[in-house]
């Protein structure tokens, strides 16, 4: 009995269930069934999103232990995550496969360093930097570069993009080059930092994470009695998620194989290769028949998740694709009943595209959808904001994925401290001789790095722009519509409205919607998903210039697609906040497959080709986004205080000016009882245009601006009774205190 090198405990022949083998191979089709009857000599499986590849895979080595082809301890599973692996780990076990070893690459090579590190080299072996940050910042200091907490992410990110594809600091700049990678900063300056950090860990003793895997390839190279070892070890091979292996991941596997390849069975799908940019390359997926021309071979198409709606539309994404990976994809057919079309709809602005998806969620949840099964993607983080203020105003709950919420951020924090700090100081350096509540804004910010125009490339230095310019338009929409009030917006003002913001969207993630970038929604699904900000510029991102980079941004949308079990909506906005010009188009990947887009590849005109296309639908009850007319004299009203009154500021007004003053008091109480400012409860206007209008049931109220769904049940019963000329009545709905509500 041999020892396993991952685990250090042997195996023991009694763990292996006693039903026979052919119970294993029960409910799979007939490609899976292929799969897992496949037990010798490379096997290549392409399997398509939503078709089973975990289970054939698991089936396979289940099928392989129980009829004695494996033994356990010979087997490992190698994957990219660690929930992956553990979710393997638990499917091998009910299928009677225990001893068998499910682990990430990482992991697995982590274990054979701290087993063989003493043997072949001798000593303890080093300790493991868990986070590698701190250390670059210090080599970056070294260097003489000043660099900001939040753009060590991207320079760390570049440092591990190099190690993965066996780059070394010298070759850096030219390979940047050579590959088109925008580099968050000077590449020789990097190629500096990357040179010095090098240096730092052997000074140290320490080593990284890629640092495990180069060691332990480079083991098995200089060793070959070490890699015998490994080899009479393991002999059968299982690698998920094959289209995201890095050059470093392939020579450490190809070390674990031997040049024989052993029993080795590979699993991906080219279509999804969505993370080039650290370092993962579908090639390898690609070209092992190439690299093992008596593999065998076999696709699952056969799509157990999507409805043949959904299938349709993302067979159709993939039908425009070019490229190697699209010579590759695979035609799924959906093995479900039929369901509803996926629904596509274009938006005057970004709040109405995120108010209309919150009531559309709010809908589905009212059918009996549950929360948790329901997620809106989008691509960049920058874009979460509106979204979580959205469903925070339904009192829809809600979790971030892959991302602190908006006002977590440590930027947002940051930003936060900042202005709250000139805001109490009244007299502040930064903003003294600054006119106008935005322009101070800037003026604090600028202090953090916020520059008028974004940064270059992609990574935490863009997401962090993206925040702090999301801040920049609040105070610019804030100074707006407190100025068309006669209200005061000043840094203190503005501070409250971020305080009550914040407030408001702490909703608990339990049973909530997920909100995601399409990145890291990638191997989850739902029930229903909601792409939303699909424009040029976004979808694909400004960033992505050559035609690859083109192609894994459609990838990327294919792969949003693919989540969908069921419900299904894409979504854009034409510009970016109510009134502003409509200058923006919808991604040009959906041309010839949503309804009146035209051929592919060509550009509608106009509108982005609405025709066919589902109009965004106005918020019940809620304001119109769009050309407002005054209902005295008809002229299109462009001021944000006649918008909201409905009429011009010379036209005769209706107002019942003693309602008026009992709607202030009642809303001073109000705002006393809270702590809050005034505004927060209704600004002037809002209370103008309800004396104007008087409204006399809830439906009446709703239409006014500025009565959103959250204020409508929380003051609705008061202010309908003021407007009766009773006593303010109690709300029947216990709202959490500071909805912000909107601000206008």
């Known amino acids: 009995m041999q020892e396993d090198l991952l685990s250090g405990s042997p195996f023991d022949d009694d763990h292996r269930a006693a039903s026979g083998p052919d119970a294993v191979l029960a409910g799979l089709d007939p490609e899976q069934r292929a799969v897992a009857t496949a037990l010798h000599g490379p096997v290549c499986v392409l399997a398509g999103a939503g078709t089973g590849k975990t289970r054939a895979i698991t089936h396979r080595i289940a099928y392989g232990v129980r009829s004695g082809v494996y033994q356990p301890a010979q087997v490992l599973a190698v994957t990219f995550t660690a929930r992956a692996a553990g979710e393997m780990r638990g499917r091998l076990r009910q299928l009677g496969a225990d001893g068998v070893q499910a682990r990430t690459f990482h992991a697995a090579a982590l274990r054979q360093l701290h087993y063989f590190w003493p043997r072949a080299v001798g000593g303890p072996v080093p300790q493991l930097l868990e986070r590698k940050v701190q250390l670059v910042a210090e080599s970056a200091g070294r260097c ?42 000077d590449p020789a300056e990097t190629a500096q930092v990357y040179r010095v950090y090098e240096e730092a860990k052997t000074r140290r003793g320490v080593i990284d994470f890629e640092d495990v895997l180069l060691l332990t390839a480079a083991i098995l190279e200089d060793r070959p009695d070490i890699a015998d070892q490994v080899r009479s070890q393991y002999r059968h091979f299982t690698v998920d998620e094959y289209q995201d292996v890095s050059p470093l991941q392939q020579r450490l596997l190809d070390q674990w194989t031997g040049t024989a390849a052993g029993s080795l069975c590979v699993v991906g799908d080219a279509s999804q290769t969505i993370y080039s940019f650290t370092g993962a390359t579908p ?26 709606q959904v299938v349709h539309l993302a067979n159709g994404l993939l039908s425009q694709a070019r490229g190697q990976a699209a010579r590759h994809r695979l ?30 969620i709010k809908d589905l949840l009212a059918t009996g959808v549950r929360a948790s099964e329901v997620a809106v993607l989008f691509r960049t983080n920058g874009q979460s904001e509106v979204y979580e203020q ?19 951020r440590p930027e947002v924090r940051d930003a936060g401290v900042l202005l709250r700090g000139a805001a109490r100081a009244g007299s502040d350096p930064l903003t003294d001789g600054v006119p106008g ?14 520059t008028p125009e974004p940064p270059a490339g992609s990574g935490a230095v863009r997401e962090r722009w993206e925040s702090l310019a999301a801040l920049v338009r609040l105070a610019e929409d804030f100074e707006r519509t407190r100025a068309a009030a006669g209200e005061p917006a000043d840094l203190a003002a503005y501070v409250a409205e971020l305080d009550a913001r914040a407030a408001a969207q702490h909703a608990p993630a339990v049973e909530g919607v997920t909100l995601a970038s399409l990145h890291a929604a990638k ?52 510009s970016r906040s109510p009134g502003g010009r409509a200058s923006r188009k919808p991604t040009r990947f959906l041309d010839g497959l949503r309804p009146g887009s035209g051929a592919p590849g060509v550009r509608a005109g106009g509108r982005g080709g609405r025709g066919g296309v589902e109009p965004g639908e106005r918020a019940a009850g809620r304001r119109v986004r769009g050309p407002v007319k005054c209902r005295v004299c008809e002229r299109v009203l462009t001021e944000a205080v006649e918008r ?47 004396a104007e209008d008087v409204p006399a049931t809830r439906q009446d109220l709703a239409v006014i601006s500025g009565v959103g769904a959250m204020k409508l049940d929380k003051y609705g019963a008061a202010v309908l009774s003021l407007c009766a000329g009773e006593e303010p009545a109690e709300d029947p709905v216990d709202v959490e205190d500071g909805d912000p509500g909107d601000p206008a």
């Open 331 to 360: 035609e799924l057919v959906s093995q479900r009943e039929a369901g509803p079309e996926p629904v596509y709809t274009e938006y005057e602005d970004e709040p109405t595209e995120a108010e209309t998806t919150a009531r559309r």
């Open 644 to 690: 909201k009154l409905r009429r011009c500021e010379s036209c005769p007004s209706t107002m019942d000016e003693a309602l008026y003053e009992r709607l202030r008091e009642w809303r001073a109480g109000q705002a006393k009882k809270q702590g809050a400012p005034a505004y927060v409860v209704f600004t002037d206007a809002t209370l103008m245009a309800i």
């Open 390 to 408: 959205a469903l925070s105003d339904l009192g829809i709950s809600y979790q971030l994925k892959g991302a602190e919420r908006f006002f977590e």
């Open 523 to 574: 191997g989850l699904e739902w029930d229903a998903v909601f792409l939303v900000g699909l424009t040029e510029g976004t979808m694909p991102i400004i960033y992505a210039k050559t035609d690859e980079q083109i192609e894994e941004e459609r990838r990327l949308l294919y792969v949003g697609v693919t989540r969908a079990r069921k419900h299904l909506s894409l979504s854009w906005a034409l």
């Open 144 to 185: 003489g570069l000043r660099v900001q907490r939040t753009e060590l992410r991207d320079l760390t990110a570049e440092i591990e993009w190099a190690k993965v594809t066996q780059i070394g600091p010298d070759d850096y700049p030219a390979a940047v080059q050579k590959s088109s990678r925008e580099a968050p900063r």
């Open 283 to 308: 090639d390898y997926l690609l070209n092992f028949r190439t690299r093992h021309p008596e593999a065998t071979v076999v696709k699952l198409v056969r799509d157990y998740r999507s409805t043949p």
């Open 437 to 450: 509540l935005a322009a101070q804004v800037r003026a604090v910010l600028a202090s953090r790095g916020f």
